[in-house]
């Protein structure tokens, strides 16, 4: 059972904001962002954001295809320069871009591929990511099923795309985010969080430690995340309020960020598979979410891309079970009624 009290006893900390159709802010914080040090959560608290990461992705990609750099409808390998996307048989496969943003490429990822390294671990390339040449984990990203006959939800999708935006921008994916989306927006304490960059960010930006089922603090605090277009996001309840807030204008035709016809692309699911858009999913009339989770938290956004209106909850422990049941969704539906 889920009550205010025992979701606040399940989490060390715990940040939540909610967005109304006037544009109103209200943001919920408990807890500790540090539970050793009694560093208390406020609303600057930066939050492992995981797989709410593919969404941002979905709006770097779509930058890219209003630029006219890549068509989302044509294969990915034709923008692909370092590594290429193959079928079992070793062939390039011609699966589009939009099939890896909607998973439907027929990528399968290895079980539990995405968790395990610490700071401390020698750097991972993308391509070994890719590759499946890890310590946690050897199935390559490839084209295992016909594209666009199944939704298999994955990881590894997100880092062929972080690969094409690295191949076509020639910089580094966390620079292309901040380029393309946060430093217009003014998100101080949004970023993706490489290896290089994350000693930076944690000097300047307040990053709650992570606790895994047990309660323990993850070693280092935070784990290393080399697929960061997957789920390397680290951001604040608050500032995704902002971007679902962008996302919104963008949809009604108001925002320098993104075109209509870009977002409203992302909003548009596939006949096939009606749950799913580019980078997110559908829930519900003009209501898009995706959720996050990951080794040191958990965390889900759902907004309406009409009215503006929008749930951020954040969480810095694996609690072990989905969104549903660990009381994020709840917290979600709950709005403004949480005290």
Request: one cysteine or more; aromatic letters at 10%.
């Amino acid at each position: 059972m889920n009550d205010l009290q025992t979701i606040k006893n399940r989490f060390p900390g715990i940040s939540c904001a909610y967005r109304d159709a006037a544009g109103k802010v209200t943001t919920k914080c408990f807890g500790f962002a540090d539970k050793e040090a009694n560093v208390p959560v406020d609303e600057n608290t930066a939050f492992p954001a995981c797989s709410i990461s593919k969404f941002i992705t979905a709006i770097c990609v779509m930058k890219e295809y209003e630029q006219g750099l890549i068509d989302i409808n044509k294969p990915v390998n034709l923008y692909l320069r370092k590594w290429k996307f193959l079928t079992p048989s070793g062939y390039e496969s011609d699966a589009p871009v939009r099939s890896l943003l909607s998973h439907t490429s027929g990528i399968i990822d290895g079980e539990d591929g995405f968790y395990g390294l610490r700071r401390s671990d020698p750097p991972v390339s993308l391509i070994d990511v890719l590759n499946g040449k890890t310590s946690y984990n050897k199935r390559p990203a490839r084209e295992d099923n016909p594209h666009g006959t199944e939704f298999e939800y994955s990881d590894a999708g997100f880092c062929v795309l972080q690969m094409m935006l690295e191949d076509l921008e020639q910089k580094p994916f966390e620079n292309i985010a901040d380029e393309f989306v946060f430093a217009p927006l003014n998100l101080k304490n949004t970023f993706f969080a490489s290896l290089t960059n994350l000693s930076d960010f944690e000097q300047k930006v307040a990053m709650a430690t992570g606790y895994d089922e047990s309660g323990t603090a993850i070693p280092g605090k935070y784990p290393q995340v080399p697929d960061l277009a997957a789920s390397g996001l680290w951001s604040t309840p608050n500032e995704l309020t902002v971007i679902a807030a962008e996302f919104t204008k963008a949809c009604n035709g108001e925002s320098a960020l993104l075109q209509a016809r870009s977002a409203l692309e992302m909003t548009t699911p596939s006949d096939r598979f009606p749950w799913v858009g580019l980078g997110i999913f559908m829930d519900g009339e003009n209501t898009l979410s995706i959720s996050g989770w990951g080794e040191n938290g958990q965390s889900r956004l759902k907004f309406n891309y009409r009215t503006g209106e929008a749930a951020v909850v954040m969480v810095n422990q694996n609690p072990g079970v989905e969104q549903s049941e660990s009381g994020v969704e709840w917290l979600i539906n709950s709005g403004f009624a949480v005290e």
